[in-house]
């Protein structure tokens, strides 16, 4: 089986830019968590969207948005990017109501902001 | 979600056993204890989890207190690629928070030759 792929793996922009980052989780899982990850703060929840609805919500600020599709693929758009927001950010999935909700991670995709 | 508390980092020789501690003091009856570990610039890999009993898979074994409050993360027999970040989290399932895991910063393994 698959494993959880995000696109682009590498990704440079500007200040002032937006960005949109793709995750396709394993094939049956319906929930996709989203994770940002830099040297400072570590590894942090930004969101979780199971059957297209965002069920949780982490404490960025609003220029950090996501969606999930019927096919449980998600993006995640940052617009307005900030130099703090270069980080490598992490896609998970799960497969819900089973015994446990393990959480498979995908490779990530680093951004990087000028 | 608890909180756990792991040491920053640990040394382990190359062939012998990693013992990796962790503190989750505050567990819940319903939250599950996992491990992942983080090879530099890696996504997280998700090695093992256990809910009260000793768990082990084709990685690592799990052993957890009786009390629940602590576990530990065993790597049988560590080789030069085990080096890496180990995150415990302690998360509970089928509730509306089980997408969202809390990581801490984890323990640096080094396995030496």
């Known amino acids: 089986k698959a494993g959880v792929t995000q696109t682009p793996r590498y990704l440079i922009k500007t200040r002032g830019q937006q960005v949109t980052l793709s995750c396709s989780p394993i094939?049956?899982?319906?929930?996709v968590s989203w994770y940002q990850q830099t040297p400072g703060q570590g590894l942090q929840f930004l969101f979780e969207y199971f059957s297209e609805t965002q069920r949780n919500k982490g404490n960025f600020p609003g220029r950090f948005s996501g969606r999930q599709f019927s096919n449980s693929r998600s993006e995640m758009n940052v617009s307005t990017l900030e130099l703090g927001d270069s980080a490598l950010y992490l896609c998970a999935s799960s497969l819900p109501h089973q015994s446990t909700d393990t959480q498979y991670f995908g490779p990530g995709t680093r951004l990087t902001v000028l | 979600d608890a909180k756990t508390t792991q040491p920053t980092s640990m040394d382990c020789a190359e062939g012998r056993a990693a013992n990796l501690p962790c503190n989750h003091s505050t567990i819940s009856g319903n939250e599950y204890v996992y491990w992942y570990r983080q090879i530099h610039s890696q996504g997280p890999q998700y090695i093992i989890h256990g809910l009260k009993n000793n768990e082990t898979n084709e990685m690592a074994s799990l052993i957890i207190t009786e009390d629940r409050k602590s576990s530990t993360l065993i790597l049988p027999h560590a080789t030069l690629r085990d080096t890496a970040v180990y995150y415990c989290?302690?998360?509970?399932?089928?509730?509306?928070?089980?997408?969202?895991?809390?990581f801490g910063d984890g323990t640096t393994l080094t396995v030496k030759p």
């Open positions: 094939s049956g899982h319906r929930s």
């Open positions: 989290i302690v998360r509970a399932s089928h509730n509306t928070n089980a997408g969202k895991s809390t």
